[in-house]
């Protein structure tokens, strides 16, 4: 089985491959439309980043609040509500606020709003590639390591070097090749494109899609938003 993990980067993409050996490459891609062309023979495919979007009928996506209750107490601010998508198309945050607003009753947040490039990207890219509705899905990497952990987030924080390394030991117990895999990472792409937790996130998305022995979405019976796409997060059941 061929799995892939893909997240946002400053160079673009970074997307992690595991083939049925076990062997794992990295490479970073401008458009998530490259990155997904670049590995067509993948069998499961996650990305860290918003699929089904907010709406008038749907202001709360259920996934999200789902995930902060399995993240638990004080991990809540890890899982951020994406923008309704008519947002996407404002310059400014202040626009983006007030349309969200309008949308579904409350602003958005800075950091919705700064990677709303990336969200919209990848909207775009599924509306018009419908073949990839369903097969490129939404998940969450603290979630991916918390599945990972016996179902115990990471406090640490993934920019600090203990949790660097605590992420690379649960990767490890699931993935012998983790910590090889990271280090020929840190080798073939640049920081100024990719940092080193934007590696550990696509690894773990492409990990947990492999060694869990079932992936289940959240909710279980996902709504689909006003242009067809789900409102899930997918998770690793073990």
Same mark, same amino acid.
């Given at each position: 089985?061929?799995?892939?993990?893909?997240?946002?980067?400053?160079?673009?993409?970074?997307?992690?491959?595991?083939?049925?050996?076990?062997?794992?490459?990295?490479?970073?891609?401008?458009?998530?439309?490259?990155?997904?062309?670049?590995?067509?023979?993948?069998?499961?495919?996650?990305?860290?980043?918003?699929?089904?979007?907010?709406?008038?009928?749907? $202001?709360?996506?259920?996934?999200?609040?789902?995930?902060?209750?399995?993240?638990?107490?004080?991990?809540?601010?890890?899982?951020?509500?994406?923008?309704?998508? !008519?947002?996407?198309?404002?310059?400014?945050?202040?626009?983006?606020?007030?349309?969200?607003?309008? =949308?579904?009753?409350?602003?958005?947040?800075?950091?919705?709003?700064? =990677?709303?490039?990336?969200?919209?990207?990848?909207?775009?890219?599924? !509306?018009?590639?419908?073949?990839?509705?369903?097969?490129?899905?939404?998940?969450?990497?603290?979630?991916?390591?918390?599945?990972?952990?016996?179902?115990?987030?990471?406090?640490?924080?993934?920019?600090?070097?203990?949790?660097?390394?605590?992420?690379?030991?649960?990767?490890? !117990?699931?993935?012998?090749?983790?910590?090889?895999?990271?280090?020929?990472?840190?080798?073939?792409?640049?920081?100024?494109?990719?940092?080193?937790?934007?590696?550990?996130?696509?690894?773990?998305?492409?990990?947990?899609?492999?060694?869990?022995?079932?992936?289940?979405?959240?909710?279980?019976?996902?709504?689909?938003?006003?242009?067809?796409? $789900?409102?899930?997060?997918?998770?690793?059941?073990?």
């Amino acid at each position: 089985m061929r799995t892939l993990g893909i997240d946002g980067c400053k160079g673009g993409w970074i997307a992690v491959e595991i083939d049925d050996d076990g062997n794992g490459a990295v490479g970073v891609f401008d458009t998530v439309y490259r990155a997904l062309i670049n590995h067509p023979a993948c069998d499961i495919m996650l990305i860290d980043m918003p699929i089904g979007l907010p709406d008038s009928m749907h $202001p709360v996506r259920e996934c999200d609040t789902i995930a902060r209750k399995l993240l638990g107490k004080g991990m809540t601010s890890r899982v951020f509500d994406p923008p309704a998508r !008519r947002a996407l198309d404002t310059s400014f945050y202040e626009d983006a606020c007030n349309v969200s607003e309008a =949308i579904i009753g409350k602003k958005i947040s800075l950091q919705s709003f700064n =990677i709303g490039p990336k969200i919209k990207e990848l909207d775009a890219m599924l !509306r018009r590639h419908r073949d990839y509705v369903g097969r490129i899905r939404e998940a969450h990497p603290e979630l991916a390591f918390a599945c990972m952990n016996h179902r115990q987030a990471l406090r640490v924080s993934k920019k600090q070097k203990a949790g660097i390394q605590g992420r690379l030991k649960v990767l490890q !117990r699931h993935y012998p090749h983790a910590h090889e895999l990271y280090n020929y990472a840190l080798e073939a792409t640049l920081r100024k494109d990719a940092a080193r937790d934007d590696i550990l996130d696509a690894m773990a998305l492409a990990i947990m899609a492999r060694s869990a022995p079932k992936l289940r979405s959240i909710p279980a019976d996902p709504p689909y938003d006003a242009v067809g796409l $789900p409102m899930e997060i997918v998770v690793g059941v073990y």
